[in-house]
């Protein structure tokens, strides 16, 4: 049956085409039509209802590019919430799904019935966007308020109830398979970080663990855009999978494998700085366990007792750092490392020094075991020093190698390339030399220090060390005065290299096992020996201006003319253009004329003319009146 307005178009249309039928005079064809009007109508009414259209929400994309824009690429929760607040405004207009009047509040809840416009499925999907935004505004201070917690957990909690509303209304007919898909791995994600709060590992491990599973799924599905940007959320899932792993383990995990997951935490593009402070409390609480397990420290023939649980860790982190540092990929990454390596080395000497200060302050009379103590712990406080004395000797080298690959071109090795991209600023020899200067003081710290100083051995090592540092500082300076091409004190210095160089390889030879320091010497040997051959020569050039005469020799540019004693085959002289004389010619000089003044003139007086001069004598009336009026001429 069709709708009112429809049939009463119908039956319109119907009486007028039986007016114009009846004034035309054809009525009798009117009844067939009407029979085929009637059929049309009942085929009509018959017909099936057309096809929904198939929705479909891009769910990861649109969240994506909304938190881009809107605050969370700079951290800015805050800012995030309050859009997605306003962009439900808009929605509830637009959509005309107000929740009530002005005065009163009557909820409206979203059904499979109403998902005719895609714009329904925003609506949950901000919902829960604008509690898991205010969620983590207030886990960032959950840290100082503990209050905050609490409620920080209900909005988690409430992100996740209404991303399990969104997997609800995508798992009909109305949705494609992608918003299916998309809608399980976000509702399986929000689920997983409420589980991961609530400390349930095995729960939170199996739901991040199937948002994983699907967004590597969708990953190898689309273009190169849009795999990234799973991919991305995938990286972003792995670390909350091996906490949980490492939870559920019962913290059997090696400490390596906490620092690897620890890299990859931080090392995302959008971290999470919590999951990142958890893994650190996790690291230190390990190494309390394993540096509860050392008892005694052995070192240069000696074996102490080690009692302080601050030297005991730093110690421990002192032996792993070599590992951390190998998974630390950029610079400023293992500079880090130095750092709070070294800050934890201030707070173990702090706690020697500490402890030295109970034991004396005892009485004059002191017993052997005290003195015994007093003993280990000043070797103690004699290991921490070495250990900052060399971790601080290699951060500093470390800074020197790369500064190495910012030096100017002309100092660049001939296999080594410099491009602008990777070196933000030219570095100068100068700064080299003052890193070098900081290696030297910190060697001679190292060789004062007693148990060094006692062992042969060791302070030959130590001694070798100091001359290779010479001789690379030498080699920068000499570097300086090349730049500022002063060749005859580059050469110098080079020279002094070769020296200094030569004398640290014979030190090293002493221990087989640094081949790899003596090989670079001689790399150094080899560049001083290159840069003084090229000082040299720049010496010589300077002073005999060779290149300036040989540049002056050039027998085509000048003309036949003036090359007649030499044979030369020129083409051009047959040519409509020959250079046989320069035109037009130059200028040369000439002696001027000598002048003569004639100063006699001036007091010569000649004789008067006045007599050879012709008078001129007027006649007639004209004459006279001329005479009477203007007077007479002389």
């Known amino acids: 049956m069709l709708p009112l307005d429809e049939r009463l178009e119908t039956g319109h249309v119907r009486l007028s085409f039986y007016f114009n039928m009846a004034t035309t005079g054809v009525v009798s064809d009117a009844v067939n039509v009407d029979k085929e009007t009637d059929e049309i109508m009942v085929e009509t009414s018959n017909e099936v209802e057309p096809q929904q259209t198939i929705l479909c ?89 503990l209050r905050k917690k609490f409620h920080y957990i209900r909005r988690l909690r409430k992100a996740a109830s209404h991303a399990t509303q969104l997997e609800e209304l995508c798992s009909g007919d109305v949705c494609d398979a992608r918003t299916k898909l998309e809608a399980q791995a976000y509702a399986s994600y929000m689920k997983g970080s409420v589980s991961f709060e609530l400390q349930n590992w095995k729960e939170a491990f199996e739901l991040f663990g199937h948002a994983q599973t699907i967004y590597e799924k969708l990953a190898g599905a689309f273009s190169e855009e849009q795999c990234s940007m799973y991919l991305q959320r995938v990286e972003e899932i792995i670390p909350n999978i091996r906490y949980c792993a490492y939870n559920l383990s019962e913290g059997t995990t090696d400490i390596s494998d906490l620092m690897q997951l620890r890299w990859s935490a931080s090392g995302s593009g959008t971290h999470d700085p919590v999951l990142t402070a ?29 009692k302080n649980e601050k030297v005991r860790s730093f110690i421990l982190h002192s032996q792993q750092c070599a590992r951390e540092l190998e998974r630390a990929d950029t610079l400023d990454s293992k500079l880090t490392l130095y750092d709070s390596l070294l800050m934890e080395c201030k707070d173990a000497l702090q706690a020697i020094k500490d402890e030295l200060k109970g034991d004396t302050g005892s009485g004059k009379l002191r017993s052997q075991k005290l003195e015994t103590q007093t003993g280990n712990m000043q070797f103690l406080h004699n290991y921490v020093t070495f250990i900052r004395l060399s971790k601080t000797i290699e951060r500093t ?74 001789a690379h500082r030498c080699l920068y300076v000499a570097h300086s005065y090349f730049l500022g091409k002063k060749w005859r004190e580059a050469m110098s210095l080079y020279n002094h290299v ?32 290159g840069f003084k051959c090229s000082a040299y020569a720049s010496c010589i050039l300077e002073n005999e201006d060779v290149s300036d005469e040989v540049a002056d020799i050039s027998l085509n540019e000048k003309p036949l003319s003036k090359r007649l004693e030499y044979y030369f085959s020129d083409y051009s002289l047959t040519t409509k253009k ?25 007091q010569v007086k000649f004789p008067s003319l006045a007599h050879r001069v012709e008078e001129k004598k007027s006649g007639g009336l004209a004459g006279y009146f001329k005479g009477w009026l203007w007077g007479s001429g002389p």
Request: glycine residues 2%; contains cysteine.
């Open 278 to 306: 958890k893994i650190d409390e996790v690291i230190a609480q390990t190494r309390e366990r394993e540096a509860a397990a050392m008892t005694e420290v052995s070192w240069c023939g000696r074996c102490v007792p080690v």
């Open 57 to 145: 929400l891009e769910i990861l994309p649109m969240v994506r590019d909304a938190q881009g824009q809107h605050g969370l690429r700079h951290g800015d929760y805050q800012r995030y919430r309050q859009y997605c607040q306003r962009r439900l405004r808009r929605l509830y207009k637009t959509l005309n799904f107000q929740h009530g009047s002005r005065n009163t509040f009557k909820a409206k809840k979203i059904t499979q019935e109403l998902l005719k416009d895609v714009k329904y499925l925003h609506i949950p999907l901000m919902d829960a966007e604008r509690a898991w935004s205010h969620a983590m505004e207030l886990k960032l201070l959950a840290n100082t308020e």
């Open 498 to 529: 070769l020296i200094l160089a030569s004398s640290a390889i014979t030190h090293f030879q002493e221990f087989n096992s640094l081949v790899q320091v003596i090989s670079s010497l001689q790399e150094l040997l080899s560049q001083a020996q």
């Open 397 to 470: 080298l470390l800074m020197a190698e790369s500064m190495k690959g910012s030096l100017p071109a002309v100092l660049q090795n001939a296999a080594e390339e410099i491009t602008v991209d990777s070196v933000k600023r030219l570095s100068k020899p100068e700064d080299l030399v003052r890193i070098y200067d900081i290696i030297m003081q910190n060697l001679s710290d190292m060789a004062e220090i007693p148990e060094i100083d006692q062992d042969l051995s060791f302070s030959k090592e130590v001694a070798a060390q100091i001359l290779e540092c010479k």
């Open 578 to 602: 020959p250079q046989v004389t320069s035109f037009p010619p130059d200028f040369n000089p000439v002696p001027c004329k000598p002048l003569f003044f004639d100063l006699a003139l001036n």
